[in-house]
């Protein structure tokens, strides 16, 4: 019997942002596994479940803006006892003790450097207003 074989998943970069492939199936026998065989990756994960029910809100990695770019986390143990409040716009998705203790980490490092994260949002607001400015006017030549 495989003794990780609670569900798997598996993130890869592409410059900013990032593809994730979460499966709540063995990747021994999930067919999204055999597709994710011929691309490049980053983080894998094979889960033992200790906390949270097996379903996919609860598989690894986890995904989350930070600063305008996509992190991941992955995490193997159990943080038993670990229940911090949240207070900011990370909140898990499924209940697991791993993705509570990425929602906190993505909180601290968001309160700890406020100013990168107001550079972030106006580096993004003018990425926008540019792209749109691009599109505006070259319909109106078109």
């Not at 994730?20 to 597709?35: N, W």
């Not at 992955?74 to 990425?102: C, I, R, W």
Request: hydrophobic share 35%; proline share 5%; aromatic share 8%.
């Amino acid at each position: 019997m495989d003794p990780h074989a609670d569900s798997w998943g598996i993130a890869f970069f592409e410059d900013k942002a990032c593809r994730l492939f979460i499966d709540h199936q063995s990747s021994a026998s999930s067919p999204l596994a055999d597709m994710v065989k011929r691309y490049p990756i980053t983080i894998a994960y094979i889960r033992k479940a200790t906390q949270g029910h097996i379903l996919l809100e609860n598989c690894h990695p986890f995904m989350r803006e930070l600063w305008g770019r996509h992190s991941i986390f992955a995490h193997n143990g159990d943080l038993k006892g670990h229940a911090p409040a949240l207070n900011g716009m990370y909140q898990p998705v499924g209940t697991t003790d791993s993705e509570l203790a990425f929602c906190v980490l993505l909180q601290g490092l968001r309160k700890a450097s406020p100013a990168r994260s107001r550079r972030s949002k106006n580096s993004s607001k003018r990425s926008l207003t540019s792209r749109a400015t691009s599109r505006n006017t070259a319909s109106s030549t078109s």
